[in-house]
């Protein structure tokens, strides 16, 4: 069975703080991405990485970055969370190529106070 | 990809009934799609992919079709069941990195 990992299901951060989310893929897929998912505006791409250590802004990357130092793992990072950054985090990836499939983590929900 | 309004469009069925899911895609240069379900709790899960070069797919129980010249996809799901309740995207793509970009969604309800 294919996977993607997110590392937690649930994080409550305080507005300031640096934050994490890691996801890691069993898959050997060269393509990984970082989604955030809000009521009414579906997903929305914020970084995505073809290979490791190589990475592309998506649609909205204002606040985050992105690490990927090895094929299987792709971090998300908040450098100074805010509260408009409480959302759901889906992590995703990808084979080699266009036209197949992307396969998603069971998502982070993170509360920033 | 666009955004859109905060409604999340609702479609009800009863149990048994077919399902028409729509969805109007944004970038005519797009040459791949797929639709995902997402139950509560639940990342997406892939449903059923098609390729522009083809207007019609069938999966189990699911059709895709594809209209280009109006940049329109549908999900048409048979024998609506129970477990078919969820939110439904509609996801595109174009080149060759497979960044999808996401429709708002329709939440399909299934009466029983």
């Not at chain 1, 204002?62 to 094929?71: A, I, L, M, N």
């Not at chain 2, 509609?90 to 969604?105: I, Q, V």
Request: glycine share 8%.
């Amino acid at each position: 069975d294919v996977k993607v990992t997110q590392s937690s299901r649930y994080l409550v951060k305080r507005t300031g703080e640096k934050v994490f989310l890691e996801c890691v893929q069993d898959m050997d897929h060269e393509n990984m991405f970082w989604y955030r998912q809000d009521p009414g505006l579906g997903l929305r791409l914020i970084y995505f990485s073809y290979d490791v250590k190589m990475k592309e802004k998506g649609d909205i990357p204002e606040g985050y970055s992105v690490s990927r130092e090895k094929k299987e793992r792709f971090s998300l990072i908040l450098e100074s969370a805010s509260t408009n950054q409480t959302s759901m985090y889906l992590c995703a990836s990808s084979g080699e190529g266009g036209h197949t499939e992307a396969f998603f983590g069971q998502g982070t929900r993170l509360t920033v106070v | 990809g666009e955004s859109v309004g905060l409604h999340l469009p609702t479609l009800s069925v009863q149990e048994g009934d077919n399902s028409i899911i729509n969805c109007a895609y944004s970038n005519s240069a797009s040459d791949y799609f797929i639709w995902y379900k997402q139950e509560s709790g639940k990342g997406p899960q892939f449903i059923i992919d098609i390729r522009s070069n083809m207007d019609k797919r069938q999966g189990q129980r699911v059709t895709v079709l594809l209209n280009k010249t109006v940049k329109h996809l549908s999900l048409q799901i048979a024998a609506t069941q129970p477990g078919d309740s969820a939110v439904y995207f509609c996801a595109e793509s174009f080149g060759n990195f497979n960044k999808f970009y996401f429709g708002s969604g329709t939440k399909l309800n299934v009466k029983p």
